[in-house]
């Protein structure tokens, strides 16, 4: 049984009435974006400030098992769509700040 409150399963259901075979977590979590109230959309992750790639959390994740349960079909997300610590940005200036480094160093010499 999931542990999802009763009106996302409710809204759950309704999109997957009229997405059908649609396999792709992206679109069916804009679907449900659309459908759901405010407050329920905060339950959702959001993307990453930099990187702009999405992240799963835990209520995501039993979306998708439940997803699979009701329809038998598995949502999936391209692996280039989501985020990894190697798609992290350096903070801002941070070559200007290894330059002084370096400067700092060199004048300590």
């Known amino acids: ?19 059908g ?42 979306l998708i098992k439940t997803w699979k349960n009701m329809t038998g079909v598995e949502l999936k997300i391209e692996e280039c769509r989501l985020h990894k610590s190697s798609d992290e940005r350096p903070p801002r200036y941070w070559a200007l700040m290894q330059l002084n480094k370096q400067r700092q160093q060199e004048a300590t010499k």
């Open 21 to 62: 075979e649609e396999s792709d977590w992206i679109r069916v979590k804009k679907e449900l974006l659309s459908v759901l109230a405010p407050k329920n959309r905060s339950l959702f992750s959001r993307r990453h400030k930099t990187s702009k790639k999405h992240f799963l959390n835990d209520f995501e994740k039993e």
């Open 1 to 19: 049984m999931t542990n999802l409150p009763l009106p996302i399963l409710d809204k759950l259901r309704y999109v997957a009435r009229y997405v």
